[in-house]
């Protein structure tokens, strides 16, 4: 029986696969899928027959690429405090005028679940114009239980889009009403957040932090949420050092992330819990922060993962591609690194084997690139030409997701 389709003569393909040598490149390739599955990786010379063919010369082909943190479901703009910001004004102060996350908080609370929905759906069709077919969306900017709970019925809706794993993060920042009694919101977020979030989403997450949740509030939230079977992962020792990031891998986290301030003890409970290290440039970036350990991660041989980190306030980054690049520039990746982090090792990061990766086993996600003009097909080009390269045709589920189509400039 021939194949459904067939992407045929690709001049490169990388597969990501855990068991390829590198990044499994091969060079003039073929991909072929029926009934939604993979049925064919490899050499185009060992294609199989089938029903259609599109032609893959002069394209670039990957996994689906996975955006493995956002912050992709909220309301209101904070444009404007952009502006205020580059004009001198401190986080501190924006904050203190009703600002910052406590803005994003107020609007997202007030919108009702079809304006959170669109918003989210609008901002995922921007990601897989980018090749992505699996986003991270934590929910965190509602911080009641009816609130979190409509946040994540939106980033669930918006999986028409492209395929969406769901975070539990009630516990992102004290809410206002909470300043004067830290314990209560604790214990709201536990007895009466989690019950209503666990069956929404896949995952918890905490943000613990100067300023925010301390370790032993971090660790009693992560450990109720694991108990309700949800996965662990920890927003880690961005600002200070808390020691956050070695008592959510002892708690079996799949992934801890940020970690500019992470240090040689965390670096090494990582390593010894095979927990992946999620690394976001974008914040980086826009808050004007030093760099994660990323040559000690590498030497200690922890799996990192790349992010965009979207959210309205510290990293308004849409494009996975952009954070591959700055996770190269600001941060010391190798090409490989980078591109392994918005692949495989960002599925890891999800507790997700099946993504990122193309193979048996894996689910069937590909994503074609045309290199930008004039450079070669290959990975190297697609990251250091920074907004470059452009998708031209993405699948979700051996099903077309995105198809712009090449246009005879491309080749
Ligand atoms: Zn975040």
Redesign the pocket.
Known sequence: MPAELLIHQLSRLYTMAPDADGLGEVADASVAFSDGQLVYVGPASGAPDAMEVIDGRGLIGMPGLVDC?T?AVWAGSRADEFAQRLAGARYSDILEAGGGILSTVRHTRAADAATLTASARGRLAGMRRRGVTTVEI?SGYGLTPNSEARILRAARAASDIIRVVPTFLGAHTVPTEYRGDRAAYVRQVIEQQLPLCAPLAACIDVYCDRGAFTVEESVAILSAGKAAGLKVKA?AEQVAYTGIAAAAAELGAVSV?HLERLDAAGVAALAAHGTVAVL?PGAQLYLKDSAPPVAALREAGVPMAVAT?L?PGSSPVHDLWTAATLACILQGMTIAEAALGITRHAGMALGRVDLGWLGTGSVADLALFAPPPGEPPTISSLIQHMGGSRAVLVIQDGRRIYEPGVDSLDR
């Open positions: 943190h912050h934590k927003h992330e976001l980190d959210n």
